[in-house]
Nanobody, 121 residues
Framework: QVQLVESGGGLVQPGGSLRLSCVASGNIYSISRMGWYRQSSGEQRELVATITSDDFRQYSGSVKGRFTISRDNAANTVYLQANNLKPEDTADYYC???????????????WGQGIQVTVSA
């Protein structure tokens, strides 16, 4: 099986920064696209940023210029550096990855359990 575990969330003041990490572990043959999504109270889950295996990056308009996504392929880890945080960024953040557990398998989407980010004075 494959597990994604997020860390680095918490409470931060407006204008502050957080660095979220997500480590994939388990049976992993290869990892394709990785990304971060978020969901605030009463809202649907939305895409924040994605990064492909060849480092092509995409960001939502609300975070572009403030957030940076990166990955360490050797460590099966994706990061989200979130700067100049705003109260509107408050949400549960979820890691997502397309993982091929075995060369005979298709790529499958896996989700982390989610981690809380609260931006408040």
């Amino acid at each position: 099986q494959v597990q994604l575990v997020e860390s680095g969330g918490g409470l931060v003041q407006p204008g502050g920064s957080l660095r979220l990490s997500c480590v994939a572990s388990g049976n992993i043959y290869s990892i394709s696209r990785m990304g971060w999504y978020r969901q605030s109270s009463g809202e649907q889950r939305e895409l924040v940023a994605t990064i492909t295996s060849d480092d092509f990056r995409q960001y939502s308009g609300s975070v572009k210029g403030r957030f940076t996504i990166s990955r360490d392929n050797a460590a099966n880890t994706v990061y989200l550096q979130a700067n100049n945080l705003k109260p509107e960024d408050t949400a549960d953040y979820y890691c997502n990855a397309l993982v091929r557990p075995d060369p005979s398998d298709y790529y499958n989407a896996y989700w982390g359990q989610g981690i809380q980010v609260t931006v408040s004075a």
